[in-house]
């Protein structure tokens, strides 16, 4: 950054002028009263990156520092829908000429909407520390049950208000479900997480856990709230989100997270999580993606079966896929 003698870190708020277009650019590094907003329906002007004068859209936070000879340094660029930061001012205006601000705004929208998972959750995203866990239980694994981990100090509980109340008053229930055990790493279908570093709200990081003889894999989705597209890394997540390009391997899978994961206190075992824990009496099916598969499309699969039982001698029978279960 500068010198020892530097000023500490400033954060800076661009005006959010009421009368401004919708992106509105102001000035950065000069006083208040010398601010200037272009016209509406005047062409936005963007100066070189490296100039701290340059115009920067309402709402922006500026990081930065005072030099000794009072001049100010930015270091970084917030968005305040997304929560992202930019370290140079081409990246800000990349960011809106692809309507980064836009998907931004829309993914947020969905937090309001009930009916999706991260919707659902919108409570849980401001708890720090705090997932949605969902594990195998009941008789011979047959139900998937639902908990909210605090992955620390290893709490699990099964309600909004226990989760509440032990934040508020350290107060753990009594009694836990004994339909399900928590033991162990053993029973564990996902993790769900609704804050995520790098990408802005509404986005859900989904950690399925598989276990194999050597030990347990895990495998983390991220799910695009508008799009329902699902990423296989965080970096790519990141990359369509900013640039709106989409990234080769994402996908749309048949379950979406909302569609897998919106059930209150316990569910049924999907048969196509039922393999995982090699349930008895229940026939092992292969679905799409390894483990998804749609309601509606149950039927065909099983008529499909007979026609795909025959193969090349020595060919896996379960070949790893890159998609989300």
């Known amino acids: 950054m500068g010198s020892s003698a530097a000023s500490p870190l400033i954060i800076l708020t661009s005006s959010d002028d009421e009368k401004a277009p ?3 650019a102001v000035p950065v590094g000069r006083e208040e ?3 200037e907003h272009p016209e509406a329906g005047e062409e936005y002007e963007w100066s070189d990156p490296d100039d701290d004068d340059g115009w920067l859209p309402d709402g922006f936070e500026v990081e930065g520092y005072r030099e000794r000879d009072g001049s100010f340094k930015a270091t970084g660029y917030i968005c305040p829908v997304s929560g992202l930061k930019f370290k140079l001012m081409s990246q800000v205006l990349d960011y809106c000429v692809s309507d980064g601000m836009e998907r931004a705004i829309k993914g ?3 937090l309001q909407d009930k009916t999706t998972l991260q919707g659902k959750y919108a409570w849980l995203r401001e708890k720090n520390g705090w997932v949605l866990e969902i594990r195998a239980g009941g008789d011979n694994y047959s139900k998937m049950f639902k908990f909210y981990a605090h992955l620390s100090t290893g709490v699990r509980l099964t309600s909004k208000n226990e989760v509440l109340r032990y934040i508020d008053e350290a107060e753990l229930p009594e009694c836990v479900d004994g339909h399900c055990d ?6 564990i279908i996902a993790q769900l997480e609704f804050n995520i570093n790098c990408l802005p709200p509404g986005w859900v990081k989904e950690t399925v856990f598989r276990k194999y003889s050597d030990g347990i894999r895990k495998d ?3 799910t695009d709230p508008i799009t329902k597209k699902v990423f296989r890394s965080l970096k790519s997540a990141e ?3 900013i640039s709106g390009g989409e990234p ?3 996908h749309v899978p048949i379950m979406s997270v909302t569609d897998m994961y919106s ?3 316990c569910t049924d075992m999907p048969p196509c999580l039922a393999r995982r824990f090699k349930m008895e009496g229940t026939e092992d099916q292969q679905c799409e993606g390894e483990g998804q598969t749609s309601h509606r499309k149950k039927a065909k699969a099983g008529k499909a079966k007979d026609k795909v039982t025959t193969g090349t001698p020595g060919a896996s029978k379960t070949p790893k896929s890159s998609r989300r279960p």
């Open 220 to 222: 983390t989705y991220f």
């Open 108 to 110: 947020k929208e969905t």
């Open 263 to 265: 059930f209150d206190r």
């Open 248 to 250: 080769v391997g994402a």
């Open 239 to 241: 990359q369509y989100f």
């Open 22 to 24: 919708p992106v509105a």
């Open 33 to 35: 009263d010398e601010q």
């Open 182 to 187: 928590i033991s162990s790493e053993d029973n």
